[in-house]
């Protein structure tokens, strides 16, 4: 039989799970695995809330296997290092983020691609190599192959930087791929949620022009005003919109509804490029015209690998830049989650886990 | 009263025109515009039948204006050139593809890139600098200004060369532009009439290994042993889709009806491109989640520049890269459209208009 999951492994942990897909989350005893030789065991200080921990917690993509503690864009500080491990050190701030494993051999992974893996290990819900389930940052410690661990950059706040190690990766990885990153160019971003206002603090720093894409008007002196935003237009502006036609490089598009792509394929200019890093339930309708008539494409991005997450943050530190949070405690994570489903968040809820997470 | 068409210019000239949207095409008096300081006269030789023909004649995309004397694949020999063309002297072998304007000044054309000119002119059916309307190569002669037409190497047939000026540029561009054009990558070809065996030619010549996506499966001996494919996958055999998972470099998809993309998407490694070069006319489902999963992209492309269209000439002539043709007579020509609507033809009918088009 199963064993239970504060007796899976030898050492105790505590945090915060989701038991049913009403996805309501409340206090769960689990263990986690002994610190292996490449191991670094950390104690978890912050953990932002990702719309992903929503989903899974109420099981909208059909594979939570309850419970599930979620939780991957979290920075603590290091506890126990394994004899093998060789980047960190007692007492150091790191971060953990969306994936804990791989397979270390494939084509990907020797090309630090471990996020396109095909045996990626994810941070939660996911099994581990040795078949026991992984479980997230909303809990008090975690035990993580040092290759999976982000050096924390100092001058980085952690609150501030917890978001970085999903929402930010996230936006960053295609920035660079695409090659969204010459100086001049004009960068659009379709939504202003979690990943949106990280792509416009980067795309600033970048040197871009940014111009917010959004459906509603009332982010308009937000984006711009502290966000940086150089200009905002709303989709449902039919004059704006003409106005704009033909005008931008590329878009990052981090809206999750179903939404049309033929208004955003037509802001485009030539050889545009329209990148999708938010994750409708359905497919989306792709008219094929604008394609062929302006050598455009849409591409798709997923998070990144450990290499370039460290590359990121180190940027992000260099640029000064953190996500926009509400620090919340770990008792209010229902709430937060409600808030979250209506995107009632400026831009990113961290859990305050060190000071609030307790048996 | 709108001028007839044969007196609309100086020069009398002579093709086949639809009249109406049935797409039925008939012999038709036209003329051609005195012969300018850049221009060349050419008398055509050949014309290849482009899809596109059939459905503009059909005005199947609602942009027609009748009467229309389609082709945009015209291979002939120069019989006049303007007193400043620098380019090509009378007896050399030429060609026009799918443009013969454009504005010169913006971005685009200054990137050799006119086919994305905002004021590009097409080869027929669009309004030329004078206000008439452009009429293509099922005709005897063109006029055109010699920064659109196309040096023919001595060593390329004229009649299976003359279906490059389209089918040929509208999968090499992407070929180029995408980078799918390294030795050892593995491309898929979705669909196998002119734009599909051109990109397996094509991508053969370039060193990869091409296999071939179809529905039907009687094309594959055909595919494999006579263009040179290495594979052929029936696209409804869901085994033999699945076991080429995660396979292709990327995938040069020429079918314009409807179709799934998952599957195609899905044929893709990490980092795959599918690249559209058909257009169909309601729009696909994008499944987002594959792509994102393996930062694949689905891209398109239409024909190429002037200078793209001339390399790709170039090259298709140092490889003895031609179409597969077959050459009808002009009067075949309804016929022919009636055959290719079932894509009954392998792979691209061409019209020989010296032997066959008779003034009327």
């Not at chain 1, 917010?212 to 005003?225: D, G, L, Q, R």
Request: glycine share 10%; hydrophobic share 40%.
């Amino acid at each position: 039989m199963a064993k239970s999951p504060d007796q899976e492994h030898p050492c105790k942990a505590f945090g915060w799970a989701a038991r049913d897909k009403s996805g309501l989350l409340s206090p769960l005893c689990f263990s986690r695995r002994e610190n292996g030789d490449e191991d670094v065991t950390i104690k978890i200080l912050f953990c932002g809330v990702c719309h992903s921990d929503l989903h899974v917690a109420k099981n909208e993509w059909g594979f939570t296997n309850y419970p599930v503690v979620p939780g991957h864009e979290m920075v603590g500080t290091v506890m126990k290092v394994g004899s093998d491990v060789k980047k960190f050190k007692v007492g150091e701030r790191v971060g953990v983020g969306v994936i804990v494993g791989s397979c270390k051999k494939c084509e990907s992974c020797q090309q630090d691609l471990e996020n396109y893996c095909p045996q990626t290990i994810f941070t939660y819900n996911s099994h581990y190599t040795d078949g026991t389930k992984t479980y997230g940052g909303y809990s008090d410690m975690i035990v993580v192959d040092e290759r999976y661990v982000l050096r924390f950059p100092d001058n980085l706040p952690l609150e501030g930087g917890a978001p970085l190690l999903c929402a930010g990766i996230t936006v960053y990885s295609p920035m660079k791929y695409y090659g969204m990153t010459e100086p001049g160019k004009h960068l659009g971003v379709a939504g202003l949620g979690g990943l949106g206002h990280v792509a416009v603090k980067m795309g600033k720093a970048f040197g871009l022009k940014v111009t917010v894409i959004s459906s509603s008007p009332k982010k308009e002196t937000e984006a711009i005003e502290r966000l940086g935003a150089d200009s905002f237009l709303v989709t449902s502006d039919p004059a704006k919109m003409k106005a704009a036609l033909g005008t931008m490089d590329y878009i990052i598009d981090t809206v999750s509804a179903v939404h049309p792509l033929l208004p955003l394929l037509s802001l485009l200019k030539l050889n545009g490029k329209l990148v999708t890093v938010g994750l409708p339930d359905k497919p989306l309708e792709l008219p094929i015209f604008p394609l062929v008539l302006g050598r455009k494409l849409v591409g798709g991005s997923d998070i990144g690998g450990m290499k370039e997450t460290q590359e990121m943050l180190d940027f992000c530190a260099k640029h000064g830049i953190a996500a926009d949070v509400e620090v919340i405690q770990m008792d209010y994570i229902n709430t937060a989650m409600e808030r979250l489903a209506k995107s009632d968040v400026r831009y990113r809820f961290v859990i305050d886990v060190a000071s609030s997470l307790s048996q | 009263m709108a001028m007839l068409s044969e007196n609309e210019h100086p020069v009398k000239a002579f093709g086949w025109a639809a009249r109406d949207s049935s797409g039925h095409l008939s012999p038709f008096k036209f003329s051609r515009r005195a012969i300018e300081e850049k221009d060349v006269t050419f008398k055509v030789l050949y014309c290849g039948i482009c899809h596109s023909d059939l459905h503009n004649v059909k005005n199947e995309w609602g942009i027609t204006s009748y009467p229309v004397i389609p082709g945009h694949e015209i291979v002939g020999v120069v019989t006049e050139v303007g007193t400043k063309v620098t380019k090509f002297k009378v007896g050399d072998k030429v060609g026009i593809g799918c443009m013969v304007g454009s504005c010169h000044s913006c971005a685009n054309c200054k990137d050799n890139l006119e086919n994305y000119c905002p004021k590009m002119i097409l080869t027929y059916g669009t309004k030329y600098y004078d206000g008439t309307i452009t009429h293509g190569g099922y005709s005897d002669i063109m006029v055109s200004d010699e920064h659109f037409v196309i040096k023919i190497p001595d060593n390329l047939p004229l009649d299976g060369g003359a279906p490059l000026l389209c089918a040929g540029i509208t999968v090499y561009s992407p070929l180029k532009y995408y980078g799918l054009d390294k030795a050892g990558m593995h491309l898929g070809v979705v669909g196998l009439g002119g734009l599909g065996h051109m990109a397996v030619k094509f991508a053969k010549a370039m060193g990869l290994k091409v296999t071939i996506i179809s529905t039907s499966p009687n094309k594959k001996e055909e595919a494999v042993d006579h263009l040179g494919a290495d594979g052929f996958l029936v696209s409804r055999n869901i085994e033999e889709m699945q076991s080429a998972m995660d396979t292709m470099d990327g995938i040069i998809d020429t079918v314009s009806a409807v179709h799934a993309l998952l599957p195609l998407i899905g044929l893709l490694k990490t980092n795959g491109k599918l690249v559209m070069v058909g257009a169909p006319e309601k729009p696909l489902e994008l499944p987002v989640l594959p792509l994102l999963l393996g930062r694949k992209i689905v891209g398109g492309s239409g024909i190429g520049g002037i200078k793209e269209t001339q390399e790709m000439i170039d090259f298709a002539a140092k490889h003895n890269i031609v179409a597969d043709i077959e050459v009808i007579p002009m009067d075949y020509v309804n016929t022919a459209m009636e055959r290719l609507l079932k894509a009954d033809v392998k792979y691209r009918f061409v019209i020989d208009i010296a032997n066959s088009l008779k003034p009327i």
